[in-house]
């Protein structure tokens, strides 16, 4: 297991930009999958953005928002740009053993605790 810590949410207006960032502890980050996750008010947890073997996007941030890591530094980023308001939702990093990339969230093992991210319109 890893525990993982988010930071980088925030107030930002419409068309602008945020860098989620992930700090992973444990010595296997390396062999994880990382993933994004967001959930806003009322509704459930999606899948945003996951970098295993392969990179993954959700249809609603392709061209938007880019997903990367540092194995060095145990971090893995969210970089979003040209957010709008349906965007706004609590951000989590997300890890699983391997390098297979999944979209569910019950095939994620580790959680960070959220960060928040609200876009103003």
């Known amino acids: 297991q890893v525990r993982l810590v988010e930071s980088g949410g925030g107030l930002v207006q419409a068309g602008g930009s945020l860098r989620l960032s992930c700090a992973a502890s444990g010595r296997t980050f390396s062999s994880y999958t990382m993933g994004w996750f967001r959930q806003a008010p009322g509704k459930e947890r999606e899948f945003v953005a996951a970098?295993?073997?392969?990179?993954l996007y959700a249809d609603f941030v392709k061209g938007r928002f880019t997903i990367s890591r540092d194995n060095a530094k145990s971090t893995v980023y969210l970089q979003m740009n040209s957010l709008n308001a349906e965007d706004t939702a609590v951000y989590y990093c997300?890890?699983?053993?391997?390098?297979?990339?999944?979209?569910?969230?019950?095939?994620?093992?580790?959680w960070g605790q959220g960060t928040q991210v609200t876009v103003s319109s």
């Open positions: 997300a890890g699983r053993s391997g390098n297979t990339v999944r979209t569910g969230v019950a095939d994620w093992g580790d």
């Open positions: 970098i295993g073997w392969r990179l």
